[in-house]
């Protein structure tokens, strides 16, 4: 079989090398992930690049600059905490319990994949976004200006406008909940790349969850809802931190992605939490 002429700018770059590397360092999907890197490079060195950054543990969706989510392209820069396919279970749930024209809070938005999801199938949607790290935010931004979200850069519910209090119809959040003693055993692309803010929930992975569902209830209209991801083993424990503040709980599990998310409801008639923005839990 003749040799394959070398790549050119002219010449799409084959992806049988890449697939040999890839396979080598261990990536699972190394022909699919092949394909993606051939199609973003234009040229061989550039491929070449391209697969030495994923050999070298980057998350695929950090070399390629975005991530599929919810059937949208989401940009994810580096050090961005890459979206989860299981927490598309998340976003179907909020669009199940919101409609056109919803208020919707997403906290800890890393990329923002979560509301953009939310405002692409809603069509309509007055959407904030929250995150701490100022390289999401930039990102977050980048992503959600299509559909005239507002991202803010500070700690959960801190920097949102008060003029929210009350009105949020849906706040989701994908809060880190990853115990603290099992950081080291994620992999090397989640816990090297991903910013540890960003998966670090303490001691049992619930100390962000019991943050959130501590402050939703000032944030959330009368049957308004939250939704937190969370593991299935932690389900439990974050329906009895819901139930402590007066949140209707409920869980949902989806076994098809391996998605757990618990639910909490603002009962219709409350009064909701009182204290100000300076003395109220974030």
């Known amino acids: 079989m003749p040799a394959s002429p070398p790549s050119s700018p002219s010449t799409p770059p084959t992806r049988a090398s890449a697939v040999g590397r890839l396979r080598a360092a261990g990536c699972v999907f190394a022909e699919d992930e092949a394909a993606l890197l051939v ?10 690049a391209l697969v030495e950054r994923r050999v070298a543990g980057e998350p695929l969706e950090h ?58 199938a809603l069509g309509r ?10 390289a999401a935010v930039a990102c977050a931004r980048r992503n959600l200006a299509p559909a005239g ?14 003029t929210l209090r009350g009105r949020v119809d849906v706040l989701v959040a994908n809060v880190p909940y990853v115990p603290t003693e099992a950081i080291g055993l994620m992999p090397p692309e989640a816990r090297v790349h991903e910013p540890r803010a960003a998966l670090d929930g303490g001691p049992d992975g619930l100390d962000v969850l019991r943050r959130v569902a501590a402050a939703a ?44 998310v618990v639910i909490g409801t603002r009962p219709v008639g409350s009064a909701g939490a009182c204290g100000s923005a300076g003395s109220a839990p974030s």
């Open 149 to 162: 979200g507002r991202v803010y850069q500070g700690d959960l519910t801190e920097p949102l406008p008060a």
């Open 217 to 260: 209830p000032r944030w959330l209209a009368p049957g308004g809802h939250l939704l937190i991801e969370t593991g299935e083993r932690q389900a439990p424990a974050a329906l009895a931190a819901f139930a402590a503040h007066d949140l209707a709980p409920r869980v949902a599990h989806s076994d098809a992605v391996g998605a757990t």
């Open 39 to 48: 199609a973003a490079a234009r040229t061989a060195a550039e491929l070449d």
């Open 125 to 134: 949607v007055e959407l904030h976004a929250v995150d701490v790290e100022p």
């Open 63 to 120: 070399v390629l600059g975005w991530a599929e989510f919810c059937g949208l392209r989401i940009a994810v820069d580096a050090g961005v905490f890459v979206p989860r396919r299981r927490t598309e279970f998340l976003v179907r749930l909020a669009v199940d319990l919101a409609a056109p024209g919803a208020v919707a809070v997403d906290l800890c938005c890393g990329s923002g994949a979560v509301g953009a999801a939310l405002a692409a």
